[in-house]
């Protein structure tokens, strides 16, 4: 059974920092394609960050967040984590985590495909 919990997220305010992480089990990272979702309130569900494994294209990031967002990943841990800075009120929004089976993410986020595995979500509100 594959799950997916996200943690980190939480009310800041506006400039502040935060760190969210998105633990599996019944599943491992190593090899995948892996990244986070954000949907705002009234708003579509959108890719923000995605990672494909080594060999597979590196990161990829919705345009308005590249400067402040940051996907790692720690196979191992089997951990990802999503460092967002300079956080803005336009950062509000329920967070997921997602993977699947494929090594390679897609060549933009606009091209990412569905994803297999997705978290609960965890809110960041941003004041």
């Known amino acids: 059974h594959v799950q997916l919990v996200e943690s980190g997220g939480g009310s800041v305010q506006a400039g502040g920092s935060l760190r969210l992480s998105c633990t599996a089990s019944g599943y491992t990272y190593s090899s995948k394609c892996v990244g986070w979702f954000r949907q705002a309130p009234g708003k579509e569900r959108e890719g923000v960050a995605l990672i494909s494994s080594p060999g597979g294209g590196g990161s990829i990031y919705e345009d308005s967040v590249r400067d402040r967002y940051r996907l790692t990943k720690d196979n191992k841990k089997n951990t990802m984590y999503l460092q967002i800075d300079n956080l803005k009120p336009e950062d509000t929004a329920t967070f997921y985590c997602?993977?699947?089976?494929?090594?390679?993410?897609?060549?933009?986020?606009?091209?990412?495909?569905?994803?297999?595995?997705w978290g609960q979500g965890t809110q960041v509100t941003v004041s």
């Open positions: 997602a993977t699947r089976g494929d090594f390679f993410c897609g060549p933009s986020i606009a091209h990412t495909g569905a994803m297999e595995y």
